[in-house]
């Protein structure tokens, strides 16, 4: 317990360290963290790349193709980039960096597969119906006060409460 | 005076350094306060760890003083920040859809991605999932576009929603914050597992 309690950063610590990084972005370019809006970029990007027709054909991607930029030179982009760098940098620091796949002992690896397949699939699904996901929508939506940041945010706990019990075997 | 990027001519390509230094700081900060486990994450919601709402609340009202305190001391021109823009219908669907993804996928996009950093695989199948979500909304957008535009109330705040100021809105959320970090301190001392909490 000693060791698992050390492993970490002190919770609180590393909200404030998440605080201050999300003010910061606020201060230097007037909005806050980002996660979904990069993934939408990736869809975007490839869509626009099998098929630039079909790409401005379509009521949702055509929006996110503007010209001659590619919509992977984004904001967004760059800043998921960073994630991906700065997470494996304190993987590394704190030598967490192994292949490992996380759940139950009460399910197998297949199963947790495909639940991380449909998990993800909805969250990617209700991220761009939602305008955002827990940091976009939810988090810096709470920094600034506004009232979209806090419904969306009671509503993906909100659901996640709910319907913890009836996927109890997958996690406990 | 910020924000520096918008009232300053920086370039695109400082810009995108910036982008890049921020999400660098996220991912540290996130992987720190273990985010990059999925099963850890999963413990907010079953009572063994609660780390998410420790970290999420303690972000939310470390930035939200800042901005308040910035704006008060005039280091900040508030017009210029982003306010979420309120669809209601969408907000809360879209939540709820998010929910579900969270409890049976174990992550959320941000802490994919910084799990997939340190060689998590089921973080690995939940960016393609993701992924895959992403396109399909997009394919059958003309399904959703209705409830997508629906019931615009522009951005919105809080504070003005319910007529305090943002003053005391911050002290409100900071006191529902304390509530739930001592119920839920108690929560992981009853719901406590040795078995999980040893192997994340």
Wanted: glycine share 12%; charged share 15%.
């Amino acid at each position: 317990m000693e060791k698992t309690a050390n492993k970490y950063m002190n919770p609180y610590l590393a909200g404030l360290m998440l605080g201050v990084v999300l003010l910061a972005s606020f201060y230097l370019t007037g909005r806050g963290l980002g996660a979904s809006g990069a993934m939408r970029s990736v869809v975007v990007s490839s869509v626009n790349t099998v098929s630039h027709d079909y790409a401005e054909t379509s009521n949702y991607f055509s929006k996110y193709i503007s010209g001659e930029k590619s919509p992977m030179k984004s904001w967004l982009v760059l800043e998921v980039l960073g994630v991906l760098v700065g997470g494996f940098i304190s993987g590394a620091f704190s030598g967490r960096l192994n292949f490992k796949l996380e759940k139950s002992p009460k399910i197998t690896s297949k199963k947790r597969i495909y639940l991380a397949i449909i998990g993800g699939a909805l969250f990617g699904f209700g991220s761009q119906l939602g305008r955002g996901c827990t940091s976009g929508a939810a988090l810096t939506g709470m920094a600034t006060l506004s009232l979209a940041g806090y419904v969306t945010m009671m509503a993906i706990f909100g659901t996640a409460f709910a319907l913890a019990y009836f996927f109890r075997k997958n996690w406990i | 005076m910020g924000p520096i990027i918008p009232l300053f001519e920086i370039s695109e390509e400082i810009n995108l350094l910036i982008a890049f230094l921020i999400g660098l700081g996220f991912g540290f900060a996130l992987e720190q306060a273990g985010f990059s486990s999925s099963r850890k994450l999963a413990g907010m919601f079953y009572g063994y760890d609660i780390t998410v709402l420790k970290v999420f609340f303690t972000a939310a009202i470390t930035a939200m003083l800042g901005l308040l305190f910035m704006n008060y001391l005039g280091m900040i021109d508030m017009s210029i920040v982003y306010v979420n823009d309120y669809f209601m219908s969408s907000a809360i669907i879209g939540g709820i859809i998010m929910g579900a993804g969270f409890i049976i996928g174990g992550f959320c996009p941000g802490t994919s991605v910084c799990a997939a950093a340190i060689g998590k695989i089921d973080a690995m199948y939940f960016i393609g999932g993701s992924l895959i979500g992403i396109l399909l909304f997009g394919q059958t957008y003309p399904l959703w576009e209705k409830l997508h535009n629906a019931q615009h109330l522009g951005s919105l705040k809080l504070s003005d929603s319910i007529g305090v100021s943002d003053g005391i809105l911050g002290l409100l959320v900071i006191a529902a914050a304390v509530v739930m970090f001592w119920v839920g301190e108690m929560a992981e001392r009853r719901f406590k597992r040795e078995d999980i909490n040893n192997e994340i």
